[in-house]
């Protein structure tokens, strides 16, 4: 059932988004490139909040790994893991947003350092990727709970096959 409003929202959100993008580039496209700064920054937020609920999406699949669960779950390693991911992503596409919407807010200000642009896009990617969890927590489309759960189940087994092994040895 989860899965069902997990794909429903997703679908949704496509349905909405992806023509407001497609319409946005259109117009840049006819102003011959000189689209207005709002609407490029809308574009942008749009772009960023259509990747962040990929990317929620497609992590949810490490962090409910049963091995991520057992051994890494509650132990801070999930932000460093996000960040990291995404400097690479966003470094290996040139994806900047934040030097995008700096550059088109504040159109008087050159595009920030390619590194720093980078990374800040990461940080604002993951966060936003935080966000959509917490999201799709409070619609209950993912239950946090019922993870944490899952979890610590899967760390109770393992601490009692360790103390087994070691009784046995």
Known sequence: MK???????????????LPAVSGFAAEEAASGGAQDPMMRGIDLLARFFV???VIEV???????????????HDKGY???????????????TNLDIVGEL?????????????????FLTAL?????????????DRLKIRNRKAVDE??????????QERAAAGEGG
């Open 51 to 53: 990747l962040s609920v």
């Open 3 to 17: 899965s069902v409003r997990l794909a429903s929202l997703l679908a949704a959100l496509v349905t909405v988004l």
């Open 78 to 92: 999930k932000t460093p893991i996000l960040v990291v991911t995404l400097f690479a992503f966003c470094w290996s």
């Open 102 to 118: 700096v550059h088109t807010l504040f159109n008087k200000t050159a595009k920030p350092n390619a590194v720093v642009g980078t």
């Open 150 to 159: 899952r979890a610590r189940a899967l760390q109770e087994t393992l601490a």
């Open 124 to 136: 604002l990617l993951a966060g936003g990727s935080g966000a959509m969890n917490t999201l799709f």
């Open 58 to 72: 497609a992590y949810s699949t490490l962090f409910n790994w049963k091995v991520y669960l057992a051994h890494l």
